[in-house]
């Protein structure tokens, strides 16, 4: 669906290097205020929840971290499908509608005083379910509310909101629940469901524009996904990177309870109290977040972060003073979001529109899956051994992946322009396929420069990505043994819809610009010629001899 549209603005926006500056968008603006809101009851409930568990094992206090992180693992590639092939309004409409549901159900069985940990433990799973759900359509929505530079603030203002929720919600969470029980903590976070969808059904979005392809299946669009980023070299770093940095991150979210209780003797106001601490750490850093990026670049934030984020849980693992622990968990908010900033930012500046919403689940599915397999394996590592060994465990393996940055660092995002580029022209074809013919062979025919062709080769291992992420089955370049000046460009593609699909929807303005690379090296006065050909496994797509085609005739090659 297209979001090429102009977002609207105030008359007066901030600097555009404000760390700010997206909330000039007023959409945008108005969505980020009912998220915060969102956002501080869900950390509200997610102390109650905690803390009517604490008394259980570790393993079965780290399981609420999972609860709400699994179902992202297991539905955000279908999410993905299904924000990228309906309307991501209704998407997140359907979401936020869902997890009102659920929650009004939490919030009478915790009245009723009738919530057993494994309820609790399922209706968390199923809000999770819900987060799953708004997850991709939440992160593809954002290049329609704010301009493709202001993408990085955009996402660093995500996180702030999410660490501003965190710096009042489990301290205001804590306090209520110690002092009129979980039920009503469960009861607000019930109700901030209704904000997001109020801004959401205000929302007046332009009506989607129909692409080819769009009628894809499940399974076609989860492949097209898959494919997109295994051929994406700096997706799939991104992808790495986060596998490398969550992990290690999620002792502190899973054991940050365990460490308030048991460690430093604090109830749930206190831990309530060292969230906020965290989460006002990520506020304050926000301010100085774009100076540490333009200071030290993508890899060096990450570092540093990683680095800050390692102290402070050999802090937690050390330290059994509860003020000395509150100021060593300042850094902590900060040092997550520039993590996760950098890396969000990474992943969207790469993923073009007709994929954007599939692209970001695979990234939610590694960022969550992180958590969620991780967390009860720090829960039963501070059962065997210890709470101290499990946090120690921690900052060692943030230690480990700083290290592997220079090894695997971010690729430079500055040359990608994932914007659409219609630079085919129609297929010249004699007859009009339908849109399931196929597969289909489309061939590329090139004369060469002499004395280029080693340099053309390597040109076209670039267009050669560009053609399988956008849809070829398999690609090859081929050197003529009788002209060797010539070279055969060879994809197959599964369907025509497909093959109309690259030609309209699925080319950018990278595709286009390494295509321009290689074709340069053409000989003077030459233009490839290309074309078309089609399976007949299951017969001829047209009989010869029909109406308008010479039997035997080939298609007319033209510029592809």
């Known amino acids: 669906m ?21 909330l000039a968008a007023r959409v945008f603006r108005a969505l980020w205020i009912a998220q915060l809101v969102s956002n501080t009851g869900t950390w509200m409930q997610t102390v109650g929840a905690q803390w009517l568990l604490v008394g259980e094992s570790a393993a079965l206090v780290t399981l609420v971290q999972t609860a709400s992180s699994l179902p992202i ?57 819900g987060t799953a759900l708004m997850g991709p359509a939440w992160q593809a929505v954002q290049p329609e509310l704010v301009e493709r530079e202001r993408l990085g603030q955009a996402a660093a203002l995500g996180a702030v909101n999410m660490n501003l929720a965190r710096a009042v919600g489990p301290a205001v969470g804590g306090a209520v629940v110690t002092a009129a029980g979980p039920g009503w903590v469960f009861a607000f976070n019930a109700a901030s469901y209704l904000g997001i969808a109020g801004v959401l059904m205000a929302w007046r979005r332009p009506a989607a524009t129909p692409r080819p392809g769009g009628n894809e299946g499940l399974l076609t669009a989860l492949y097209a996904a898959r494919r997109y980023v295994w051929h994406s070299p700096g997706v799939r770093r991104v992808l790495l990177r986060t596998m490398l940095f969550v992990p290690g991150g999620a002792a502190l979210w899973a054991l940050l309870p365990l460490t308030a209780s048991r460690s430093l003797g604090l109830g749930a106001g206190g831990y309530g ?11 304050g850093g926000a301010f100085v977040l774009p100076r540490i990026g333009r200071a030290l670049g993508a890899n060096g934030t990450l570092v540093a972060g990683t680095l800050a984020f390692a102290a402070v849980l050999a802090a937690l693992a050390l330290v ?15 040092a997550w979001i520039a993590g996760l900033s950098t890396l969000n930012t990474a992943v969207q500046m790469r993923l073009p529109g007709w994929v954007r919403a599939r692209g970001l689940a695979v990234y939610l599915l590694v960022f969550q899956g992180g958590q969620a397999l991780a967390a009860p394996v720090w829960g039963a590592v501070a059962d065997r051994f210890s709470l101290t060994a499990a946090l120690l465990a921690g900052a060692v393996l943030m230690l480990a992946g700083a290290v592997t940055v220079r090894r695997w660092p971010l690729h430079d995002a ?38 280029k062709g080693a340099e ?21 370049l081929y050197q003529d043994g009788n002209d060797p000046a010539r070279y055969v ?47 007949t496994a299951a017969g001829p797509v047209v009989p010869d001899g029909a109406p308008g085609i010479a039997p035997g005739a080939p298609d007319a090659p033209s510029p592809d």
């Open 456 to 476: 053309f080769t390597d040109r076209m291992a670039y267009v050669a990505r560009s053609r399988r992420r956008t849809g070829a089955l398999t690609w090859g």
């Open 273 to 283: 109290v060292l969230l906020g601490v965290v989460g006002a750490g990520a506020v």
């Open 489 to 535: 460009e060879n994809y197959l593609v599964p369907s025509w819809s497909e093959h109309l699909a690259q030609h309209h929807a699925r080319l950018t303005a990278s595709d286009r610009r390494h295509e321009e690379r290689a074709r340069a090296l053409l000989a003077p006065g030459s233009a490839p010629e290309v074309t078309h050909a089609f399976d």
């Open 2 to 22: 297209s979001s090429a549209h102009t977002p609207p603005r105030s008359p007066e926006p901030a600097r555009p290097d404000s760390p700010w500056a997206p």
């Open 73 to 129: 693992v297991l539905l955000a590639l279908p999410s993905g499908v299904l924000a990228d092939r309906f309307d991501r309004r209704a998407v997140l409409l359907t979401a936020q509608f869902a997890m009102l549901a659920v929650s009004c159900v939490l919030t009478a069985l915790a009245f009723a005083d009738a919530l057993t940990p494994l309820t609790l433990l399922a209706l968390t799973f199923l809000l999770g379910c």
């Open 320 to 334: 059994r003073v509860p003020w000395l622990v509150a100021v060593a968990l300042l850094p902590a908010g900060l």
């Open 414 to 451: 500055q040359d990608i322009d994932p914007s659409p580029s219609s630079h085919w022209p129609a297929p010249p074809l004699v007859f009009e396929p339908g849109p399931s013919d196929g597969p289909v062979l489309v061939s590329v025919a090139y004369r060469v420069a002499p004395g």
